[in-house]
């Protein structure tokens, strides 16, 4: 049987977005329309005839401008997979208006598959550390410079993950931004004998590209919202 490419709308034509719009055809998507600062001013891209068909947006743009795009885009019943860090103090209008339209959206600080792993393993650590009184914990994290967010959507993620798993000492929080890495994370645990680090390195940005496509092939035909971190071992 031959598969019908899902319609793809990107939003955010950076780094991200040139890369999914270049891989999109061999994982089953159309990218049918592109949406950036130039075309997209304040929302404006955003229409009933854009959008015309189009089965899933996918945006990696600023997180200045996801909250009124991502609510735009509900108003017209399409499903949405987020990339976009640093918005997420918007969540409970986002989700309402997602609600209300009965439409869907995952979003995700992260859509690797290795760095969700990394989550569930540092929530193991961290509880095993809560216990261990000696031991303080400690974040770091190192992006290129052109990033916009410090922390990174992902350490904040990974705070969850250590207070979550009931680690309640102070964690010290480092975010460095030079040059041109797409992302290291550690986690680590010191004591006056030891240091324990667990660290993720991406080595580009293809596992985050390949995990959004995942997210936005799963998220049609859904309804509500989703963080990718709760749902990626489901998502084939
Ligand atoms: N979840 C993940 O796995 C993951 C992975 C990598 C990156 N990210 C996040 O994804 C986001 C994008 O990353 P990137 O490396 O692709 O950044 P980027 O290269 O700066 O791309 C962002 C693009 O969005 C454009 N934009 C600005 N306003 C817009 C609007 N109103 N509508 C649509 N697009 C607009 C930007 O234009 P200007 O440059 O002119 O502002 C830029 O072209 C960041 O928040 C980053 O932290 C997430």
């Given at each position: ?14 780094r991200m977005g040139r890369l999914i719009d270049n891989i999109a055809p061999e994982h089953g998507f159309e990218v049918v329309l ?182 936005a092939r799963w998220i049609v035909g859904q309804r509500g919202v989703y963080d990718f971190a709760k749902i990626w071992d489901r998502v084939k």
């Open positions: 049987m031959i598969e019908v490419p899902l319609k793809l709308a990107l939003v955010g034509y950076g592109r949406l950036d600062e130039f075309n997209n001013q304040d929302g404006e891209g955003i229409t009933e005839e854009s959008l015309a068909g189009v089965d899933v947006a996918v945006d990696f743009s600023i997180p200045e401008a996801v909250p009124d795009n991502v609510v735009r885009i509900s108003g017209l019943g399409v499903p949405q997979a987020v990339g976009t860090t640093g918005w997420l103090e918007h969540l409970p209008r986002v989700r309402g208006a997602v609600e209300a339209n009965n439409t869907a959206l995952v979003y995700g600080a992260n859509y690797s598959i290795g760095v969700n792993a990394f989550y569930r393993i540092v929530r193991e650590a961290a509880r095993t550390f809560s216990a261990q009184q000696g031991y303080d914990g400690f974040l770091y994290e190192a992006h290129h410079k052109f990033k916009k967010d410090a922390p990174s959507g992902t350490a904040l993620r990974l705070l969850d993950a250590v207070r979550g798993a009931g680690y309640d000492r102070p964690v010290d929080v480092c975010a460095q931004r030079a040059g041109y890495s797409p992302g290291v994370h550690e986690v680590g645990f010191d004591s006056e004998a030891d240091t324990i680090s667990l660290r993720h390195t991406a080595r580009s940005r293809m596992g985050f590209a390949l995990g959004a496509m995942k997210a």
